[in-house]
């Protein structure tokens, strides 16, 4: 091994090869050594300075190039002990994949990486244990490996078509598990989707500690995002608006990891959105997505053509701020949507459908799925609703307000419901069932 002096002064002929650890202030395990090439030289007289891939050769007109399609952030410099800031050396190898080939992978080590803002170019990605996570509790998160650790305020961008894969997410100086006054003190997005960027894939890792884990919005559309097998604990998770082309979210875990095995009442309850889609989230396909805890599970406003397939919206029973959460809320200018085979429990409405009542033609589709301890299992405020083969066990059952528009409700069952098992108003009650009375079945 050679740091950077003794890389200078190495020679040799266009095209040659040596391998050598270029940054002499990291550890000796040899994590950051790498294959160089003498290359025709096209920088100045200051080389491995903000690029930290060119360093300066013993030939005169050749420069040190380094010659590595899957590099680490140690190459960089970077120390990954959880205390050093190794932001330059993680962008440096972002920008290393992006100008040298146009796009790849950063391979993390089983480390801890503290940075602030990090901006992914296109086609780049940063990747950590192939073998998915572990840290689902406390006791192992604190060790957790393949880890950014951000600064406070810090997040990380990801552009067109780049990928974060097998990583986990918290902030700098955070230990678990957490209690609810520090719970109270989360700040920050951990991943920020940018405008204008298609093919973005976030998958097999885990975001916790921050306000939001993973947000896309801003006034150019996003296309094509994927989001699966993730577990997150942050106050709201994942949040998409201005996705109007197939967003794909698949068994995304939002639950309280980072309180688990504090035994705090308070600890258990997110005061946010575990999944929101807003405006123009059109075409989303979400599917085996869970949450547990949060104020609302499954938020659609304004959207058209989602399609929820097998999603579960859960809660601590029985709770005294029960009546205030909501397992699934579709509202706003919210149409064709459909939930299909979904379950919400221990909420205070299981499902609301709450879309603009001056618009009567706004259309949503419940099909199939189980509603359970519920102070409400199904509440229709306004618009149109298409509702089949639902079933709803203990306490709550169906509410319909006077704004509601009408629709269908068939097929549904009732276990140990109180009596009368739909309420609401007698005005807007004859509108469902082709204006017939309601028939249980």
């Known amino acids: 091994m050679a740091d950077t002096n003794a890389l200078a002064l190495v020679g040799g002929v266009e095209n040659a090869v040596t391998y050598t650890l270029a940054f002499d202030a990291q550890d000796r395990t040899g994590l950051g050594g790498a294959r160089y090439r003498l290359v025709p030289r096209q920088h100045g007289a200051a080389l491995g300075g903000a690029d930290r891939w060119n360093f300066t050769s013993a030939t005169p007109g050749l420069e ?103 990583v986990v997410l918290r902030p700098y100086g955070m230990a678990f598990p957490q209690g609810s006054g520090e719970i109270a ?109 949060y104020e609302i599970g499954f938020e659609l406003e304004d959207v058209a053509d989602c399609t929820l397939t097998g999603c579960g919206a859960d809660h601590k029973a029985r709770r005294p701020s029960e009546a205030s959460s909501t397992g699934f809320k579709l509202h706003g200018r919210a149409r064709n949507n459909r939930l299909i085979g979904c379950q919400a429990a221990a909420q205070g409405r299981g499902i609301h459908l709450a879309t603009n009542p001056g618009e009567p033609q706004l259309t949503n589709h419940i099909q199939g799925g189980t509603v359970w301890d519920n102070a409400v299992g199904l509440e229709i405020s306004a618009g149109h609703a298409m509702v089949s083969d639902l079933a709803m066990r203990v306490r709550g059952g169906v509410k319909i307000g006077a704004a509601a528009a009408g629709g269908r409700l068939s097929g549904l069952s009732f276990e140990n419901i109180a009596m009368p098992q739909i309420v609401g108003d007698p005005v807007a009650m004859p509108r469902f069932n082709n204006d017939k009375p309601v028939l249980i079945g």
């Open 64 to 166: 040190w190039q380094l010659a590595e399609e899957r590099p680490n952030p140690e190459m960089f410099g970077a120390l990954g002990d959880g205390e050093a800031d190794d932001t330059a050396a993680l962008q440096a190898g972002l920008d290393y994949l992006a100008q040298a080939f146009g796009g790849g992978e950063l391979l993390l080590a089983p480390r801890r990486y503290r940075v602030g803002a990090l901006s992914l170019p296109k086609a780049t990605g940063i990747v950590g244990s192939s073998g998915g996570f572990a840290p689902h509790y406390p006791a192992t998160l604190n060790a957790s490996i393949h880890t950014l650790l951000l600064n406070a305020g810090a997040t990380v961008t990801m552009r067109e078509a780049s990928t974060m894969q097998g």
């Open 185 to 293: 003190r989360w700040r920050g997005t951990a991943i920020t989707i940018a405008p204008e960027s298609s093919g973005v894939h976030i998958g097999r890792g885990m975001i916790v500690g921050f306000s939001q884990a993973i947000l896309a919005a801003g006034a150019g559309p996003i296309y094509r995002t994927r989001i699966e097998d993730m577990s997150i604990d942050c106050h709201n998770g994942i949040s998409l608006s201005n996705v109007p082309d197939v967003a794909y979210l698949t068994r995304v875990h939002a639950w309280n990891f980072a309180s688990t095995g504090r035994g705090e009442r308070n600890d258990t309850a997110r005061s946010g959105t575990a999944f929101y889609f807003g405006k123009r989230a059109d075409w989303c396909k979400i599917t085996d997505c869970f949450c547990f805890g």
